[in-house]
């Protein structure tokens, strides 16, 4: 099925200097996940005080600006919050075949997880929708260990 733009698509040619934005990863977290991913599981880190679990877990509550380290395991089953359907490339070209990009909050996570779902048409995703992960059969400690979700 081909995409076509419509009238309201509008290209801008132009730059975007990124340069002056600043990025914080924290190591502990994503080290935890990443860790946890060889044995296709997911960990993260939860406040004592409010319970929030953060996937990847940070190193202090955002509600509570604590300092946290409790580890725990959430499943790699979850609900779609919020998704794009990718039509086209970097330069507006379009694509062979649509992608779905989605952030999904796992079940036990208060946090959202970024990933790709397959095995749908891209018309049949759904806020709320439910889906699984689908591991990389060889894991490696790595975030693309979970290949993609698939409807659960």
Not at 21 to 45: N, P, Q
Request: hydrophobic residues 35%; contains cysteine; negative net charge.
């Amino acid at each position: 099925m081909a995409f076509e733009m419509g009238p309201e698509t509008r290209q801008v040619q132009g730059t975007w200097d990124v340069t002056t934005y600043r990025y914080k990863i924290e190591g502990k977290g994503m080290k935890l996940l990443c860790d946890a991913m060889k044995e296709k599981k997911i960990r993260g880190i939860r406040c004592n005080e409010c319970r929030t679990v953060y996937v990847p877990g940070p190193t202090f509550c955002r509600k509570c600006h604590i300092d946290i380290d409790e580890v725990v395991e959430v499943k790699d089953t979850g609900e779609v919050g919020t998704f794009a359907v990718l039509m086209a490339d970097m330069r507006g070209n379009p694509v062979d075949t649509e992608r779905v990009s989605a952030q999904i909050k796992l079940d036990g996570a208060d946090t959202w997880l970024g990933g790709t779902i397959e095995g749908i048409d891209w018309h049949d995703v759904k806020i709320g929708m439910r889906v699984k992960a689908v591991w990389a059969d060889n894991p490696e400690g790595k975030l693309s260990d979970i290949d993609h979700f698939e409807p659960a």
